[in-house]
């Protein structure tokens, strides 16, 4: 067995730090795949591609990135990403899940994140939630071993 695969949705808002009373839907879907176990034992990085969906500023637009599964030492998921916004920008999203085992349901569903540009500069942030009651059957259905 190589590693594992997922595939996860996660559906909320964001706005432009240009204009923060403007709050828009914003989604991704991605497919996560991991390195072989025992390089993912020693590095929990998975690589990440799918669709970004930031209504008005990158619709339907290609990602690729990475997911930091650092469940164990870190307590941490960490996500990010590369696409391109509707006028052909480069932008990057970071977000990370901070685990708290008391809040687990809420941190574990919850993800705050930054869009930035090219030069590193935030533009954007973005609140996103996994929506365990009505996802979470395919989610755990997509897991998968790798060959």
Known sequence: MSGFEFRETMAGSYHLLSRPDDE??????????SVPWLK?????LADMEGEVDAEG?????????????????G?????????TDNEGQP????????VELGRLLHTMTTLPGAIEDE????????????DAQSDMFQFLKSFRAQR
């Open 24 to 33: 828009r839907p914003f989604s991704f879907s991605v497919r996560v795949r």
């Open 40 to 44: 993912f034992l020693r590095e929990p």
């Open 57 to 73: 500023f990158a619709d339907h637009r290609a990602l690729r990135g990475t997911m930091l599964l650092d469940l164990v030492r």
């Open 75 to 83: 307590r941490r998921l960490g996500y990010r990403f590369d696409f």
């Open 91 to 98: 932008r990057v999203f970071r977000g990370q899940k901070n």
């Open 119 to 130: 030069r590193g500069d935030e533009v954007g942030r973005v609140l996103v939630r996994f």
